[in-house]
């Protein structure tokens, strides 16, 4: 097999340099996870249900150790003694375990309860919407009716409280079983499902921000994990999931405050970017250089962006001297990607060398037609939807990361070939009697 899903690139180019092909198998079990995580409800501060998750991933895989911290970060590291003192720096995935959804704060009623909106959604999106109510193994449907305003206050911008609230009216009376304080309500989306299509298909589920990128964390390490019982050089290779992202990347402010990765740790954060005409869907695994925030540690990001030329066989965009027929068939991007902010600005603001790879994402937490919803041309009333990524978009990026899970330089080699340069070629600036010389 060829193309992204492959482990070689066609043509005459050679075969990828930084990984090992991936038997299609485990590719169906990397599509697995990917589907079954993206469906598990989940709020900043209640990951619960993620987490049961990974621990029963971890628990079915003896190489594999897990930590905690006092924020309920988890760090899984290969089992065994630590790498010793001045051996390479370690090197981290980060993804973390939440995505925009309410949190039951009051119940009112028997069918009216008062629910939190903890993540970034306009608020175009909120009146008259459907939503699923999570208490253990059941659920009830609801309608938001309106915001929640304590004592006829409505919500400001510098309202005392951490959340825009809002009434929900459930269908039936929830009783004991659904509806307490504490509980998780999400969007009512359609079941997950896979949209063939002439690149391989698109995932159309719940959460792809970050679930997915946290797939593609753990597919990456049990792929790094097989390499290694197999007596394939592997480096030490680390994976961060972090909590309370969508309300301001609580879960890795404390883990970089604490340091609880090693401050000589180089950071690859993982993440679900809003697709843009430059940076499509199907364009593969992105290198991003920075967000709306801050440009990551540029000798990272050089050297994640190596690794990923050295397993495609060539650039993200072809040269001036090539043609769009040449590129490889295993296809990244490089890309600012400004609409949003990441981790990787976090781990970079305490010290971090720190860079991301992202997938491109449609409906971008959950807002359809967001692109004229924000232009104020949309006909209609906005509704939310399911979130959408390329499967091979998903496969670059396991790709990508067991790439630098094998062979991440210490840096990009660029200012080796500047120097390179000067040496051949600065003979052109020389005056003629310089040369005559």
Not at 25 to 45: E, F, Y
Request: hydrophobic share 40%.
């Amino acid at each position: 097999m060829s193309g992204p899903g492959s482990g070689f690139v066609t043509g005459n180019r050679r075969p990828l340099r930084s990984l090992m092909p991936i038997p299609d198998d485990r590719r169906d079990d990397h599509l697995t996870w990917l589907k079954q995580l993206t469906a598990i409800p989940t709020a900043a501060g209640h990951e619960g249900r993620v987490v049961g998750w990974v621990d029963r991933w971890v628990a079915e895989r003896p190489g594999i150790e897990a930590r905690r911290d006092a924020h309920g970060n988890i760090e899984l590291r290969f089992a065994g003694p630590p790498a010793p003192p001045g051996q390479d720096a370690p090197v981290y995935f980060t993804a973390h375990l939440d995505h925009p959804a309410f949190v039951v704060d009051e119940v009112l009623s028997p069918t009216t309860l008062v629910l939190g909106f903890r993540g970034g959604v306009m608020a175009d999106y909120f009146p008259d919407a459907r939503v699923r109510v999570h208490t253990g193994d059941a659920s009830v449907l609801g309608t938001i009716t309106g915001e929640h305003q304590p004592d006829g206050v409505a919500w400001s911008e510098t309202d005392e409280r951490p959340f825009k609230q809002y009434h929900c009216e459930t269908d039936a009376p929830h009783g004991a079983e659904a509806g307490r304080p504490g509980d998780i309500a999400v969007w009512d989306l359609p079941e997950p499902r896979v949209i063939d299509d002439e690149f391989g298909g698109i995932l159309h589920t719940h959460a792809c921000d970050d679930l997915a990128a946290l797939a593609g964390a753990l597919a990456a390490f049990d792929e790094l994990r097989r390499m290694r019982e197999s007596g394939e050089p592997v480096g030490d290779v680390r994976v961060l999931l972090t909590r309370a992202e969508e309300i301001g990347f609580i879960g890795a402010i404390g883990a970089a405050k604490d340091g609880f990765m090693p401050r000589n740790s180089r950071v690859i954060a993982l993440e679900n970017s809003r697709s843009f005409p430059d940076s499509p869907i199907h364009g593969g695994p992105i290198v991003r250089v920075g967000d709306r925030v801050s440009v990551f540690s540029p000798e990272l990001t050089a050297a994640v962006a190596k690794v990923a030329e050295s397993i495609a066989g060539g650039p993200s965009l072809p040269t001036a001297a090539q043609k769009f027929s040449e590129m490889p068939k295993w296809k990244w991007q490089r890309k600012l990607m400004a609409g949003g902010a990441c981790e990787a600005s976090v781990f970079c603001a305490y010290g971090y060398a720190s860079t991301c790879v992202c997938l491109p994402l449609g409906n971008y937490h959950n807002m359809a037609n967001l692109a004229e919803v924000q232009s104020g041309t949309y006909q209609g009333v906005p509704r939310v939807g399911q979130e959408h990524i390329g499967l091979d978009d998903f496969h670059g990026m396991v790709d990508l990361l067991v790439g630098c899970g094998r062979d991440l330089p210490a840096t990009s080699g660029f200012a080796e070939r500047v120097e390179k340069l000067w040496e051949n070629r600065r003979f052109v600036l020389e005056t003629p009697a310089q040369t005559r010389s």
